[in-house]
């Protein structure tokens, strides 16, 4: 099962994805975490740390390519992602990180795509953490993702998003089980608008996570989601959320 979440920038993709990872890499299934936001901070989120990004690997391919003799780019790259991707106590990790100097990120991306397609089957549960806004999708890199969660604040520009993620999804035939909203940071008053904006898009709602103390916390101590206590509100409903995965999805 691959998850993708994604949104507007800020609204919580991290937050979300390091929390759905905590809890899915204690139920003792094989479990990859994907932090493909070229700004990376899923790592920091889930207080482990990396050595080594896919951005890096472009570096590797382009000064190896005599290197490679007579294997084909195909097989040389699977070696060489292994390399990257990085053991943590219950799941691997797989940061995109930022190719190095000038130019866009379209190889890094598009490696991304074939990557996920290659690792599938290594893994139960795949979780990525997706760049703000629509990159992802334009760029169709998470187009074999079967659930996305697109987490949003009560903000319009988050709704907005959250829209045209949608409407994306459908032009560029990107298809997958599920799309489901994550409504963060959200107080009473907000959660009857986005209800009804969930309505009118024809979008479930997986759940309501309100603003939350311990979050902010943590954040300015710079500690990750496992510093979260069980008293933690978003702690508590985005464990909800992974059992309803693992409960009713599959
Ligand atoms: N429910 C919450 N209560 C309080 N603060 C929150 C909550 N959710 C997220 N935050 C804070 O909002 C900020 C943005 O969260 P986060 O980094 O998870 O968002 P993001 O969507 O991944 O952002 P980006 O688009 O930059 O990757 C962080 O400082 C985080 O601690
Ligand atoms: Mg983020």
Redesign the pocket.
Known sequence: MIIAVA????????????LLIHFISKKNSKLLAVDA?P?S?LPE?LGVKVEKTLGAVRELFQVSRDEMGTMNKEQWLEGKIYEVVCECDGYDLLVMGRPEGEGCYCFANSLLRGILKKLMRHYDYIVV?S??GLEHFSRKTIDSADYVII?TDSSKKGLTTAKRIKELMAELKINVKDVFLVA??VNREAMEKIKKFADDENLKILEF?????E??K??VEGLPVTALSENSE?YKRVKKIVDFFLEVVA
Do not use: F, Q, R
């Open positions: 949104g507007k920038g800020g609204t919580g993709k991290t937050l979300v994805s390091a936001d700004d901070n989120a953490d760049e703000a987490v963060n940071k996570l309100p603003y939350d103390e979050v902010v943590i954040d978003v």
